[in-house]
Every structure is written in C-alpha cells, then in structure tokens.
C-alpha cells in the first residue's frame, strides 16, 4: 500500500501574515523555523485580514517579505501557500520569483492558485474577474515556459488572457527547476494542472482520512497524462495547535479564537503525543510534507515545542 510513513517526513511553517503581522514579526518566525531545524517558511499571499483580526499593522506583500527574509536566512526554503494569480501579471511574478530565488541561493519555491477572495480585491481595486481558472492555467504555462527557455533566446506565448512577444524571459532561477506547488479540490482541472506543471501537490486541510484519496486522484492524473505519479510530493497544509499539557493546549487554543475540541479534529492539536499521533495517521495515507499552519505568531515558544517534542 502507498504511503509515506517509511519516508523522511518535512516539516515547514506556514504563516497567515494578513491577520495582523509586521515584517520584524515575520523574521522572527522565519529565523526560529531555520534554528529549530524545521525545513521551510511559507506564507500567505493575501493583503485583507479575515474573520475578526484587526489586521494590524496591515498587509504586508509576499514576494517583498520573501525577498528580504532570502537574505536574512540562510537554510530553510521559503515560498507561498500560495500566492494569487490574480495579483501579478504572470510575466512580472515570473521575474520576481526567479529574482528572490537568486538572491536565497536557490531556496524558494512557488505555490500558484486561481485567487478566491474577493472582498480584500474590492478594497484594494485589484480586478477579480469572473473566471479565474483559464488565468491560472495559463500563468502556470507562461511561467514555467520563461524559465525554460535557453539563455540567449525569446519566449513568445500567446492565450486567451495572456501574450508575450520575444520575452527574452530573464532573470533564470538559481535553480534548474524551481518547484511549483498546486493545490486544491478540484476533481478533474486541478490534478490535470498539478500533472502537467506541478513538482508538488497540496492538500489544503484535508480531512485526514481523506488524504489518501485526495492524493489517489492526482496520481490517477499523472498516469493519464504518462508521467509518473512519483515525480511529484504529496503535502497538507493543517493547522498546529500544542500544549505541554492540557492546559496550556487549551490558552493556546484560546488565544487563536478555535476550539479545542473543533482543533483535535480537523488539526494536529492537543498534547505532544497527540500531535505526533495525527502526524502519523496522515503520513500512513500518503502525506509526505506538512505545512504547519502557525496562527500566533508572537509565540516563538510553540515552535520551540513543536519541534522538539512533536517532530522529534
């Protein structure tokens, strides 16, 4: 049976900035998650807080935040879960991200979705058209065409939304082949794109005993389209939530507005032995990278925990 129980398991921190974060609190994360030993650093790509947060001091832009915690970091991998393609004109994302990508040493990594909320696009005039799907599809394609192409020659593309005319698709990467992250539930469009441009794919707080099937259709994917379901690693992003013992699991619980009954569930939350326990249970369906999606993020001390007592 396929899973990832016998693998090496990765471990990243996954931020919500939008929330209320400055830039100095983002680093303080980002240099704990390199210290303590955990892979990467993500972060949302979102300038609206949601639900009550004030969202102060306010939004802070993923790419700028990615630029300058390449130069403050100096292990970890960094990237977005996951930036919209609505905010960028793919041919301006595909320079930034091979620009931050080269200024890490070749640590970054692009998750790429359709966008879905519109009220933070309304209060900043950013457009949110109607159909987003064929967007994000072609920016996938557009991308990954500018970083494909040989130095010394043009790109030229042209789709229903997007067109470049000897694009002469600089800068490169650092790396040869920066990984691209797609994500979703989509039955048929999704995994068609995860196969097609994808170097992972991620489940975006997915049941746990859901997981299986979930990475099954992107798999079935692969096979159609004669690549190999392998080529690709299979991730979830779930919310974190651990205290030493029940007591400080529950002020923790409190202090991100959730209920610890609701976090047992649909999270790795509880105990040490409790958050290990969910870990496992998803890495026997397939799970090979968590994104561990941090809430507080004054708490420097959770992170300390985690690593030390869930992980290790």
């Not at 975006?204 to 004669?226: H, K």
């Not at 379901?229 to 959730?258: K, M």
């Not at 994104?291 to 869930?310: C, F, G, N, P, T």
Request: hydrophobic share 40%; with cysteine; proline share 6%.
């Amino acid at each position: 049976m396929w899973n990832a129980i016998d693998m090496p398991l990765d471990f990243r921190i996954f931020t919500e900035p939008q929330q209320g974060a400055s830039y100095d609190d983002l680093l303080a994360i980002a240099k704990a998650t390199e210290d303590l030993g955990f892979d990467a650093f993500f972060r949302s790509d979102h300038y609206l807080s949601m639900g009550s947060a004030s969202g102060l001091p306010g939004p802070t832009d993923a790419w700028t935040t990615l630029a300058g915690l390449a130069r403050e970091t100096s292990r970890i991998r960094l990237g977005t879960l996951v930036t919209s393609a609505t905010f960028r004109h793919p041919g301006v994302l595909g320079i930034q991200v091979a620009q931050v990508d080269q200024m890490s040493g070749g640590r970054v990594e692009l998750g790429l979705g359709a966008g879905w909320f519109e009220e933070e696009h309304k209060a900043y005039g950013i457009p949110f058209p109607s159909k987003r799907f064929g967007r994000l599809e072609e920016q996938l394609a557009l991308i990954t065409g500018m970083w494909e192409t040989p130095a010394g020659e043009t790109f030229t593309f042209k789709g229903e939304y997007y067109e470049l005319i000897d694009c002469p698709a600089l800068p490169k990467p650092a790396q040869s082949q920066l990984p691209v992250i797609v994500g979703g539930k989509g039955p048929k469009r999704t995994p068609a794109l995860a196969a097609q441009f994808g170097h992972e794919y991620n489940a975006a707080f997915p049941e746990i005993d859901s997981i299986r099937s979930r990475f099954t259709v992107i798999r079935d994917a692969c096979e159609e389209l004669g690549r190999s379901p392998d080529d690709l690693v299979y991730s979830a992003a779930l919310v974190v939530c651990v205290g030493r013992d029940e007591a400080e699991f529950r002020r923790r619980a409190a202090a991100i507005g959730r209920e610890p009954d609701e976090l047992r569930k649909h999270g790795v939350a509880g105990t040490p032995a409790e958050a290990a326990e969910v870990i496992g249970r998803a890495a026997e369906q397939g799970c090979e990278r968590f994104y561990l999606q941090v809430l507080d993020l004054s708490d420097l001390d959770h992170l300390d925990l985690i690593a030390k007592e869930v992980i290790a």
